[in-house]
């Protein structure tokens, strides 16, 4: 029973290994064309040598494979990242070389706030330990800029609001970079314009603004994430233009507010923070003119009233040299009496000072002059001894104390010219990036003449079969008239010259009259805009 049966055929259709993959590749692809799925990432390391990403998406108890392809990982504004829970869109497909299914994704987006708030902290930790952040990098604000910059969105209330505030405080030019303030391309739009406004020159056709503001209404989370993206986040820290932030309403917080040099809480606060009331600065400038005229005033009074007291306090001058005059008389009337009795007083001194000067009391104050002489001498040695050594001693302790404080301030003036080069590559670096993007910008301008140098050109004309007429001269012949029989003419064409002579009967004229000229056809339309052109 068991022979027959092993003998026995099955009936059922054979499959090879690739065409039971691609059957199932087919049943998956069409039974789940496109689908959103929830998860945790799993084993991303960044985008493939290729630029494809490869990773998995998980949950507590399943995990399916993932892929993005290069092209819609660059076009995404929302990047994958490693532990993040992201909602997935894509569409299923199996692979055949490993006998797997998998999600091709085409969409990515957080799970809810919570994933985004997640993101928005670890970046600002990220940020923050480069030193982005810092107090030390922000500028001051100008005192009353001549010219403000404003990045925002063009037709949204945010920027009648700042016209209208500027207005009222102190009206100032104003420059305005339009930009989208939310969703795909906003980010980069953003950081374009910080950087564009800085790369105007200083005197240039388009005047350089003193004062940045970024701004935009309120919004959710979602809305206002272009500011908190690294791209925003970085040129708003590069800018050496003052940048003051103002997205969102009071309560709002992002990136941007932290590498800017000044949060306000709403667009109309940044335009107070911007300039000062024009109609106080009057008043207090008045009253500063007035309080100056009232204080030189009083000061005036105070010594025209000191100075007449004064007057009247002095004595008449006979007055003041009276008891002078008389004190000289009578000091003049007892000279010749002192004079007198001060001779005989030093006589006498003198003939008591003879009478006691013998020859032994001479050699006796020798004796003692020369003992106090040695003793002085001794000690005076002594003394000498000591203060050197003390001296010594103290030089000995200060030159310790040179070598300490040289070596510690050579350490400090080390340190801060570390600190000085530090800052002189970053400052150098961000010139050379202006600078490159200024290059660009001129190539480009360059290119763009080049192509309207050639698109003018009377050779295009020729190109397209037409041929210029010219005199022996060398000048250009426009009418028939001026071509008279046998005249030697030059024909230029697109490929060269060919010199000719005119026939002995002039050809007939051709009517001039622009009712018989034909109407050339009208522009066709199409739906595409024109083209709004750059800042520019």
Not at 202 to 218: F, W
């Amino acid at each position: 029973m068991t022979t027959s049966s092993a003998q026995i055929l099955p009936n059922q259709p054979e499959f090879t290994v690739s065409e039971l993959s691609s059957a199932l590749k087919r049943t998956v692809e069409d039974a789940y064309g496109h689908v959103r799925v929830r998860g945790e990432i799993s084993g991303f390391r960044g985008p493939h040598g290729s630029g494809h990403c490869y990773f998995a998406l998980k949950d507590e108890s399943a995990k399916i494979e993932a892929v993005i392809w290069k092209g819609v990982h660059g076009r995404m504004r929302f990047k994958p990242q490693e532990g993040l829970e992201v909602i997935a869109t894509g569409k299923l497909t199996t692979y055949p070389g490993s006998s797997k299914y998998q999600i091709v994704i085409e969409a990515l987006e957080p799970a809810g706030v919570g994933a985004l708030m997640a993101l928005m902290e670890e970046r600002k930790k990220k940020l923050a330990a480069e030193g982005l952040f810092n107090e030390a990098r922000k500028q001051l604000l100008p005192w009353l800029p001549e010219v403000i910059g404003v990045v925002t969105s063009p037709t949204g209330a945010v920027i009648r609001d700042i016209l209208h505030r500027l207005e009222d405080r102190f009206p100032r030019r104003v420059l305005v970079w339009p930009v989208r303030v939310q969703g795909e391309g906003s980010a980069e739009q953003i950081a374009a314009a910080i950087h564009g406004f800085n790369a105007l020159p200083e005197g240039g056709k388009i005047p350089r603004p003193d004062l940045l503001i970024v701004a935009r209404g309120g919004g959710s989370l979602e809305d206002l994430w272009s500011f908190n993206e690294e791209i925003v986040v970085r040129a708003a820290a590069e800018s050496m233009i003052p940048l003051i932030s103002a997205v969102g309403h009071e309560t709002d917080v992002t990136l941007i507010d932290f590498a800017s040099d000044k949060r306000a809480p709403t667009p109309t606060a940044a335009a107070e923070m911007a300039v000062p009331v024009r109609a106080e600065l009057f008043v207090e400038v008045t009253n500063f003119a007035r309080r100056a005229m009232l204080c030189w005033q009083r000061s005036q009074d105070s010594r025209r009233n000191e100075l007449r007291a004064a007057s009247r306090a002095l004595p008449a001058a006979s007055q003041l040299l009276a008891i002078p005059r008389q004190r000289l008389d009578g000091a003049a009337a007892a000279l010749p009496r002192a004079l007198r009795a001060n001779t005989h007083a030093h006589h006498r001194r003198f003939t008591q000072a003879a009478g006691g000067l013998t020859l032994r009391v001479l050699r006796t104050q020798v004796a003692h002059a020369k003992q106090n002489l040695t003793t002085t001498g001794a000690r005076l040695t002594h003394c000498t001894h000591v203060v050197l050594r003390h001296r010594r001693e103290r030089f000995a302790g200060l030159e310790i104390r040179l070598k300490a404080s040289r070596l510690a301030n050579a350490q400090a003036q080390r340190d801060r010219i570390a600190r000085a080069d530090e800052r002189t590559q970053r400052l150098a670096e961000r010139a050379r990036r202006a600078l490159s993007i200024l290059l660009q910008r001129q190539q480009a301008r360059i290119a763009h003449s080049g192509q309207l140098l050639s698109a003018f050109s009377y050779r295009g004309v020729l190109a397209r079969g037409f041929a210029l007429v010219r005199d022996d001269a060398g000048q250009t012949v426009r009418t028939v008239s001026a071509v008279g029989p046998g005249a030697r003419l030059s024909l230029e064409f697109a490929d060269g010259r060919v010199a000719v002579t005119a026939g002995a009967d002039r050809p007939a004229a051709i009517s001039s009259n622009p009712a018989s000229a034909p109407k050339p056809a009208p522009a066709r339309r199409t739906g595409k805009p024109a083209d709004q052109g750059n800042l520019f």
